[in-house]
């Protein structure tokens, strides 16, 4: 797994990386302008930004990589406690953030989620039973012969099932993996998606436990 660290701070961004390179692939770059310069020549698997760096801030910088279609999974840290930061850096396309100071453990935590969400260096074939296989590079399901492509919002539903198989996952937790601050969808909506996706791959791998969620078998 390889991550882009924008950390200015000499301190913390040498305990950041020094940590991180005990797990993944690290470079670490001081301001937006080195950042621009590595993601103009390579190709990222998670980007770590913190806000207050010179030039342009981790918010401006991911808003500006999302208006030209980078899609790189994005964690804002920041000293911010409030909630106008928060919400600026989903609305930027920031898929997490962290407060400081924040334990490392958690920080690997959130990062593993990170993999999970967007299966970073998951790109085989799934099979879900000997005719059925989900390509998640594609989000193609193909049964008998016929290939389905799924909707982004029914391929991360599987993903996330394939990810925590026979466990009752509630709607809560579905929303909190899934879908960004500024959508929170409504029981109706998770249903609706759920609905469809058993549609593709059998009704009976996802099964409802009333008052509870959902298991994927």
Same mark, same amino acid.
């Given at each position: ?18 940590? *991180? ?24 698997? *998670? ?37 106008? %930061? ?8 920031? %898929?997490?953030? $962290? ?78 993996? $899934? ?39």
């Amino acid at each position: 797994m390889k991550i882009l660290l924008m950390e200015d701070d000499p301190v913390l961004g040498e305990i950041l990386t020094d940590y *991180l390179q005990g797990y993944y692939a690290v470079e670490r770059v001081f301001d937006s302008a080195e950042a621009m310069d590595r993601l103009d020549a390579s190709s990222y698997d *998670l980007l770590i930004f913190d806000i207050n760096v010179p030039g342009q801030s981790g918010i401006e910088l991911l808003r500006d990589l999302r208006a030209y279609n980078n899609t790189t999974p994005a964690i804002i840290i920041t000293a911010y406690a409030d909630t106008k %930061h928060l919400k600026e850096s989903f609305d930027a396309g920031a %898929h997490d953030y $962290i407060r400081k100071p924040f334990d490392l453990e958690e920080l690997g935590l959130r990062i593993e989620k990170s993999k999970v969400l967007f299966r970073i260096e998951q790109d085989q074939h799934v099979w879900l039973d000997s005719d059925t296989c989900y390509d998640p590079r594609h989000k193609i399901v193909s049964h008998a012969g016929e290939s389905i492509s799924l909707k982004p919002k029914e391929a991360q539903l599987l993903e996330y099932f394939l990810s925590h198989p026979s466990r009752v996952i509630s709607a809560d937790e579905l929303t909190q993996n $899934i879908w960004t601050y500024d959508t929170i969808p409504t029981d109706a909506t998770i249903r609706s998606h759920i609905r469809n996706l058993r549609e593709i791959i059998g009704a009976e791998r996802i099964t409802t436990q009333r008052g509870l969620g959902y298991r994927y078998e």
